[in-house]
């Protein structure tokens, strides 16, 4: 690369390489895609048949499977899209038959602090500007799937109190569903963080003397956190899709029955805005290695992974495939374990756990680094006290990985800022805990500083593992939310607000909602559910504020503690710094 990362910004380096990028065809079939299985958007996406691929390849035998999960990050993120373009890297550079499967970034964070979901470095996913920027599609579909089913509603809404039981069925040819306005489960959703959206009023009636919808309390979300998303990422097929689609729960009547979309008739003309979406997309690393981006659903707030299907493709045509899961451990591994591989049936050969020096020293002590503001001095000079500290967080990750019954690799992703005193305080203690370690310089060297990365991999991929879940679907509910609360992040409990045992109350009391998987909301910034405890925290209760039901999906969905399914835009946000080179045309300043 002529760029260097100490001196460029992702934006400028993504640019170079994209000079001399590969086509979507010489990526096609680099993977092994024959012409008809690869559906072209211009010379260097594209979207893949994945009905003609499995079929085509069904007897073929699986690749390895590899996950890439990390410690609890800092509020900047500890580089697992990084690592994980790094990996393929540096595995294509001892000429393995490698690709990756990615989520899809949202809008909200690449305008505000975390950035893009591309990499960074010399470890990056190409061409960054529509990747990052709506990429295929599938979000714009999402966003119009689900809010299709919040216009159902609300007119349904409106209809049934403005006309009798006979108006409304001679019109409408459905009888009376009786919905409770106040027991309004979904709420609308945009691809941006917009606190001023969390609470809002609709249907304010009565503007030009017309009937603007029923008024009620309602909310926004950001898309990544829609159950569409979410059944984007486990669908199967489109059947599966289809059926899912039509159990979303979007209401309950005044007898506390639930609404869903089928009962609205409005989940055949949703599916009808996913049947695209469903194929997953294709790109390509800065050197060159296959990447299929399908689905986005955040960790914290979602369940925090790419699709199955990206994944069922990935595995039949390449030897070496690496999927990534969001946050840390605790919750996005915790969601790939328990949720996607009981739904995939897929059974992981590796799972890797980054952590950076920067994060090990924010959990031993450091100032917490703030987005928008220069990194402290603490995190630019040595300070191997406080990496020792830390590692407290990354052995509690490294035991939760043990726990699926899997062997880690400790990704140690460097920076040329870190000692290599730092760095052998984090080898020695991973290494005490017997896990692999790795040390990798993939930002800063691309696949050339990952080629022990890829060799500790490959190692570990030939060990023997015993995958098994945490629980069990038939085991009641406050054992599984227990049950995750004290083996996965540590706490001594938990507490329920009257919102949410009345809500466990109900689901466990249906034999088909009881059994479904369970999706944890928790901040992404602690093992607890308070953002500002740091490191390994104890003397602590998990609280539980109110639990969703997310029938389609297939999850119950625990909130712990203040986290909000609509983030905030905060007071330094990355949209003031993107703008387009009028000379070019091109966009500049996304990271």
């Given at each position: 690369?002529?760029?260097?990362?100490?001196?460029?910004?992702?934006?400028?380096?993504?640019?170079?390489?994209?000079?001399?990028?590969?086509?979507?065809?010489?990526?096609?079939?680099?993977?092994?895609?024959?012409?008809?299985?690869?559906?072209?958007?211009?010379?260097?996406?594209?979207?893949?048949?994945?009905?003609?691929?499995?079929?085509?390849?069904?007897?073929?035998?699986?690749?390895?499977?590899?996950?890439?999960?990390?410690?609890?990050?800092?509020?900047?993120?500890?580089?697992?899209?990084?690592?994980?373009?790094?990996?393929?890297?540096?595995?294509?550079?001892?000429?393995?038959?490698?690709?990756?499967?990615?989520?899809?970034?949202?809008?909200?964070?690449?305008?505000?602090?975390?950035?893009?979901?591309?990499?960074?470095?010399?470890?990056?996913?190409i061409p960054l500007t529509p990747f990052s920027l709506g990429f295929t599609g599938d979000i714009n579909a999402i966003m119009n799937a689900h809010n299709l089913a919040m216009v159902a509603l609300t007119s349904r809404l409106q209809h049934e109190r403005n006309y009798t039981d006979e108006q409304l069925e001679r019109l409408s040819g459905m009888k009376r569903i009786d919905i409770d306005p106040?027991?309004?489960?979904?709420?609308?959703?945009?691809?941006?963080?917009?606190?001023?959206?969390?609470?809002?009023?609709?249907?304010?009636?009565?503007?030009?003397?017309?009937?603007?919808?029923?008024?009620?309390?309602?909310?926004?979300?950001?898309?990544?956190?829609?159950?569409?998303?979410?059944?984007?990422?486990?669908?199967?097929?489109?059947?599966?899709?289809?059926?899912?689609?039509?159990?979303?729960?979007?209401?309950?009547?005044?007898?506390?029955?639930?609404?869903?979309?089928?009962?609205?008739?409005?989940?055949?003309?949703?599916?009808?805005?996913?049947?695209?979406?469903?194929?997953?997309?294709?790109?390509?690393?800065?050197?060159?290695?296959?990447?299929?981006?399908?689905?986005?659903?955040?960790?914290?707030?979602?369940?925090?992974?790419?699709?199955?299907?990206?994944?069922?493709?990935?595995?039949?045509?390449?030897?070496?495939?690496?999927?990534?899961?969001?946050?840390?451990?605790?919750?996005?591994?915790?969601?790939?374990?328990?949720?996607?591989?009981?739904?995939?049936?897929?059974?992981?050969?590796?799972?890797?756990?980054?952590?950076?020096?920067?994060?090990?020293?924010?959990?031993?002590?450091?100032?917490?680094?703030?987005?928008?503001?220069?990194?402290?001095?603490?995190?630019?000079?040595?300070?191997?006290?406080?990496?020792?500290?830390?590692?407290?967080?990354?052995?509690?990750?490294?035991?939760?990985?043990?726990?699926?019954?899997?062997?880690?690799?400790?990704?140690?992703?460097?920076?040329?800022?870190?000692?290599?005193?730092?760095?052998?305080?984090?080898?020695?203690?991973?290494?005490?805990?017997?896990?692999?370690?790795?040390?990798?310089?993939?930002?800063?060297?691309?696949?050339?500083?990952?080629?022990?990365?890829?060799?500790?991999?490959?190692?570990?991929?030939?060990?023997?593992?015993?995958?098994?879940?945490?629980?069990?679907?038939?085991?009641?509910?406050?054992?599984?939310?227990?049950?995750?609360?004290?083996?996965?992040?540590?706490?001594?409990?938990?507490?329920?607000?009257?919102?949410?045992?009345?809500?466990?109350?109900?689901?466990?009391?249906?034999?088909?909602?009881?059994?479904?998987?369970?999706?944890?909301?928790?901040?992404?910034?602690?093992?607890?559910?308070?953002?500002?405890?740091?490191?390994?925290?104890?003397?602590?209760?998990?609280?539980?504020?109110?639990?969703?039901?997310?029938?389609?999906?297939?999850?119950?969905?625990?909130?712990?503690?203040?986290?909000?399914?609509?983030?905030?835009?905060?007071?330094?946000?990355?949209?003031?710094?993107?703008?387009?080179?009028?000379?070019?045309?091109?966009?500049?300043?996304?990271?």
């Amino acid at each position: 690369m002529a760029l260097d990362p100490t001196k460029h910004a992702d934006w400028e380096i993504a640019q170079d390489a994209e000079k001399d990028m590969l086509t979507i065809y010489e990526i096609g079939e680099k993977l092994g895609l024959t012409k008809e299985e690869l559906l072209p958007q211009g010379h260097y996406i594209a979207k893949i048949d994945f009905r003609a691929v499995l079929e085509r390849l069904k007897d073929k035998p699986n690749g390895k499977y590899i996950d890439v999960t990390a410690i609890t990050p800092t509020p900047l993120g500890e580089g697992k899209s990084t690592s994980s373009m790094g990996l393929v890297q540096g595995l294509g550079k001892l000429g393995k038959n490698v690709c990756a499967a990615i989520r899809q970034p949202s809008g909200g964070p690449t305008m505000n602090i975390k950035g893009s979901a591309a990499g960074g470095g010399l470890a990056q996913c190409i061409p960054l500007t529509p990747f990052s920027l709506g990429f295929t599609g599938d979000i714009n579909a999402i966003m119009n799937a689900h809010n299709l089913a919040m216009v159902a509603l609300t007119s349904r809404l409106q209809h049934e109190r403005n006309y009798t039981d006979e108006q409304l069925e001679r019109l409408s040819g459905m009888k009376r569903i009786d919905i409770d306005p106040t027991r309004v489960e979904m709420g609308w959703i945009m691809d941006f963080c917009c606190q001023a959206l969390r609470n809002i009023i609709i249907g304010i009636d009565g503007v030009n003397g017309k009937s603007d919808g029923f008024m009620m309390k309602s909310k926004f979300g950001i898309a990544v956190s829609s159950e569409v998303m979410a059944i984007l990422s486990v669908s199967r097929d489109l059947k599966d899709m289809r059926e899912r689609m039509g159990k979303i729960v979007v209401a309950y009547t005044k007898k506390g029955k639930p609404v869903t979309t089928e009962d609205l008739q409005v989940a055949g003309a949703m599916t009808a805005w996913m049947v695209d979406a469903l194929n997953p997309s294709l790109m390509q690393t800065l050197e060159g290695q296959p990447v299929i981006v399908h689905a986005g659903p955040f960790a914290n707030i979602a369940i925090g992974q790419s699709s199955i299907i990206a994944d069922r493709v990935g595995l039949k045509l390449a030897d070496y495939h690496v999927t990534e899961s969001g946050f840390g451990a605790d919750i996005g591994f915790e969601k790939f374990w328990n949720l996607k591989c009981r739904f995939s049936g897929l059974v992981p050969d590796c799972a890797v756990v980054v952590a950076t020096i920067r994060a090990l020293k924010c959990h031993g002590g450091a100032p917490v680094p703030v987005p928008g503001k220069p990194m402290p001095q603490e995190y630019l000079t040595e300070n191997v006290e406080w990496v020792e500290k830390g590692c407290a967080n990354l052995i509690h990750h490294i035991r939760n990985v043990r726990k699926a019954g899997i062997s880690p690799v400790v990704c140690i992703n460097a920076f040329y800022t870190d000692t290599d005193a730092e760095i052998a305080k984090v080898r020695e203690l991973s290494e005490a805990e017997g896990a692999k370690v790795a040390l990798s310089r993939h930002w800063e060297k691309g696949g050339d500083g990952a080629i022990e990365f890829a060799e500790t991999v490959i190692e570990a991929c030939e060990e023997k593992t015993e995958f098994k879940f945490l629980y069990e679907l038939d085991m009641p509910i406050k054992e599984r939310i227990g049950l995750i609360a004290k083996e996965v992040y540590g706490a001594d409990g938990v507490e329920y607000s009257n919102e949410a045992n009345a809500a466990i109350d109900r689901i466990q009391a249906d034999p088909e909602l009881s059994k479904m998987g369970m999706c944890m909301v928790k901040t992404h910034l602690s093992l607890s559910d308070n953002p500002a405890l740091k490191g390994v925290p104890t003397g602590w209760t998990l609280k539980i504020r109110e639990v969703l039901t997310y029938g389609g999906a297939g999850f119950i969905v625990p909130v712990a503690g203040t986290i909000s399914l609509m983030p905030g835009t905060g007071s330094n946000p990355a949209f003031k710094r993107v703008d387009v080179n009028l000379e070019t045309g091109k966009v500049e300043g996304v990271f």
